[in-house]
């Protein structure tokens, strides 16, 4: 019968124990016994773990990366048959999540109340704010970024893409006509972004390569939820992510406008949090619940309204 995670646990111990005699005095076996198991282990890998002489043992190249691997392996398996012993009552906490106002309100919120349902003993502590906040002085447990991301310690579990697209309300158009190309946006009012990271320049597609334009307006606003509301009221041209203006789009009440141009204007959508494989267990338990339907919304999106000729 296979026992790899026996084997593994056996493994774990000869190395924590630094010999074959107390580790099998640990596990009441013999130290032939043990001996034979990490064996099958070296015969399967095809490759040394430990090296043996009379005074210690010591782990190969080979037998560290499968002590560190076995280590995160078992205990996975130990936080699974707790979770289903236990059930989702004794997951419990506060959770610090942090997101960008946008993602938040539309992709977040919404899976909240199902969340809170199913883990009745977890609070929820969540920040919403399309400033970049640090993880560690804000005392923040996951953050939800849009864009691109800086070098860190922290890992990134990337939930999807999301296009940008370049969008006005009916009423705006209507009053100062819809650009038919790059060019156009210099007489037209474009909405903005009042962050240290940002800049009044919008990336276009022009005769098959891309181009920065500069771009001017009645208003810079510091999250995406004022310039959609801005671009709703026919203060200008915004350009947004998807997600956010999606049901806008669905009603009407925002087109977008030079779709050809904004071809391949992208941002990536990601989870930042600390800990890598070995994470605090409200952690992990609400990165699995939130990651799925969250890919799902960023795939499904519906057509578009486009301003016509």
Avoid at 58 to 76: H, N, V
Avoid at 281 to 299: E, G, I, Y
Wanted: aromatic letters at 6%.
């Amino acid at each position: 019968m296979d026992n790899r995670a026996g084997e593994m646990q056996a493994f774990l111990r000869v190395v924590e124990a630094g010999s074959f005699s107390e580790a099998a005095r640990q596990m009441r076996m013999t130290p032939s016994t043990l001996s034979k198991m990490i064996a099958r282990i070296e015969t399967r890998l095809g490759a040394r773990l430990l090296e043996r002489s009379t005074r210690r043992l010591s782990l190969t190249a080979e037998g560290w990366i499968y002590y560190e691997r076995s280590q995160t392996l078992l205990a996975g398996i130990e936080d699974l048959e707790r979770d289903l012993s236990q059930g989702a009552a004794s997951v419990g906490g506060t959770l610090r999540v942090s997101a960008s106002v946008g993602f938040g309100m539309v992709a977040i919120e919404p899976i909240l109340p199902a969340f809170c349902a199913a883990f009745p003993n977890m609070v929820v502590d969540l920040s919403l704010s399309d400033e970049v906040v640090d993880l560690y002085l804000d005392r923040t447990d996951i953050a939800f970024r849009v864009g691109s991301l800086a070098s860190s310690s922290l890992t990134a579990l990337k939930l999807g893409t999301a296009p940008r697209l370049i969008v006005a309300s009916p009423a705006y158009l209507a009053r100062n006509g819809t650009p038919r190309s790059a060019a156009d946006l210099a007489q037209h009012r474009c909405l903005g972004f009042n962050f240290r990271r940002s800049s009044p320049v919008w990336p276009l597609r022009e005769s098959g390569r891309m181009v920065d334009r500069t771009v001017t307006g009645p208003l810079l606003a510091n999250n995406g939820e004022t310039v959609r509301r801005m671009a709703l009221a026919g203060m200008g041209l915004a350009r947004m992510g998807e997600f956010h203006i999606r049901q806008d789009l669905a009603a009407g009440t925002l087109v977008e406008v030079l779709a050809e141009s904004v071809q391949g204007d992208t941002e990536d959508i990601h989870a930042l949090f600390f800990g890598g494989e070995r994470l605090p267990h409200r952690v992990r338990v609400f990165l699995d619940f939130v990651t799925p339907p969250l890919r799902a919304f960023l795939v499904d999106r519906p057509e578009p309204h486009r301003a016509g000729p």
